[in-house]
DNA sequence: ATCCTGCTTCCTGTATACAAGAACCTTGAC
DNA sequence: GTCAAGGTTCTTGTATACAGGAAGCAGGAT
């Protein structure tokens, strides 16, 4: 309870920038959040500090914090990082993994299942993080997990899109099961390739990501 | 001259700490920097939030800014992460390499040889940071170089030690000499491979770090 | 003697005040 | 009518004021 107002302010302004209440080029006013929320500008002007070491906003000096609308380059790179740092991930992990992890990761896997099974594409979604999370964690590199845990929260408002190709669900699934199946068996060189090659989404569905960014770009600039 | 005070702040701090000005552990007294440095504490403040940001202070809720002290095994885990980030810039920037490029990446190398056969340790630190800034920025991916770079920062207190081991800076070129053939030739999978086991130091190497990292800290905890 | 408790003091977190720079509007000239 | 220059207004960056929590110390109880 006793939580800081920035950290709260953080927190919320995050949310909003990543599902869009905020869109990428708007200018976050300091006094108009300062009488949102409530407080002085102080705690708003720290939040902004945080947002602008995530990357979520630009601080330009005497101008203000903006919005940032990363390019489809931009992103693209994030993403060929991700696909990395997952693969790496998943190697660690298929050797240092413990084995209640390994339940876990199970029991996550089933999760998605249920949920493709059903059709849940937002369930899926949820699951399909906590799978990624819980590979980030089996790694047994605490620096390494925070770094990917960060980037795909950077990359979230992205990766949604990706679910929304046709297919992609249960396509997704499969290498899933193969990603497990790789970790749990000790076979890490193939852990780490199907985990990149996941993130990648190579050929067809790449293609098809950046038609949706492009898509939901013209539709931000509709509302904007 | 119209630079931020809190920027200026920042940057006098994060040299302050990285060269141990101010060790690990300790606290820093906000109405004391903002005496030292005659500005008031809301820059000081600010400064502190990048300084968290970029992992050099612990921010404790109600106690004040503290110079963090990696652990060894944190930084053990940051030199794995490092590894696999100049291995993947290598690895892209043997495909994705440009001529002016490879022609600068050949000069620093000979700058590095140019230092080591002089026996110029610090010569040889400050060409051996370029040579692999360049291959960096050579990997054709914005972010990745950005993260490589702040890594390599980071790290930058602790991969002075592994100069001092012995015979460590022949064998450091060598392993340059092997990368820049590999990166020209476009053999990406040897680029990335070498690169890899060049940051990791294994064997001997990796335990001549640890004990130099013991050392060190004492040496901190002596001054302190 | 040691530990707990309450007070005091100090420091952080937030609010507010002030100064300087940027944007915008108005007005005048071409 | 358009463009430029000057001033006005608004916003950011910094300083200062204030409030609440944390650490340290003293005094009493066990």
């Known amino acids: 309870m006793s939580e800081r107002i920035a950290d709260r302010l953080r927190d919320q302004l995050e949310q909003d920038i990543l599902t869009g209440t905020y869109a990428p080029g708007d200018r976050l006013d300091e006094v108009n959040l300062a009488r949102r929320f409530e407080v002085s500008r102080t705690p708003i002007r720290e939040a902004f500090q945080h947002l602008a070491a995530s990357g979520l906003v630009d601080l330009k000096p005497r101008r ?16 060929e990082v991700m696909a990395e740092l997952e693969g790496m991930c998943g190697r660690l992990a298929s050797r240092r ?39 980030y964690s089996a ?12 980037l795909h929260r950077r990359l979230k408002p992205y990766r949604r899109l990706q679910l929304r190709v046709r297919g992609r ?56």
């Open 64 to 79: 203000g914090a903006f919005v940032r609308r990363p390019s489809i380059s931009e992103i693209i790179e994030m993403f």
């Open 97 to 135: 993994m413990t084995v209640s992890q390994t339940a876990e990761l199970n029991e996550a896997l089933e999760a998605c299942e249920a949920a493709c099974s059903r059709g849940e594409l937002d369930t899926y979604y949820y699951a399909n993080e906590r799978f990624h999370f819980l590979v």
């Open 139 to 150: 790694c047994g590199n605490g620096y390494l997990c925070a770094q990917a845990t960060a």
């Open 169 to 224: 669900v249960r396509r997704s699934l499969a290498e899933h099961r193969a990603i497990v199946d790789a970790i749990v068996n000790e076979r890490p060189q193939e852990a780490e390739a199907i985990l990149k090659s996941h993130i990648l989404i190579q050929g067809e569905g790449f293609n098809d990501l950046v038609a949706g960014l492009e898509r939901e770009k013209n539709g931000f600039a509709e509302t904007g």
